[in-house]
């Protein structure tokens, strides 16, 4: 999974340090884009595509011209 971990180093009022988590852009080429939008997901084998807002338009494009022919 794509999780990018930031531990800040900065301890919040509970007394635990501040830890960033973010999910990154499953699209093939790499990309590093915070992942926004699920694509699709199979909870009974555990996977998750997501992607970021500028795939997701690719993804929508990409069905809405599949769907014409």
């Known amino acids: 999974m794509p999780w990018v971990t930031i531990k800040t ?9 501040t830890i960033l988590r973010e999910y990154l852009c499953d699209w093939s080429a790499g990309c590093a884009n915070v992942a926004e939008h699920v694509l699709g997901a199979a909870p009974d084998v555990g996977l998750v595509c997501a992607v ?3 795939h997701a338009a690719m993804s929508k494009n990409r069905m809405s011209d599949s769907r014409a022919d």
């Open 52 to 54: 970021c807002p500028e």
């Open 9 to 17: 180093g900065v301890v919040g009022t509970d007394g635990l340090e």
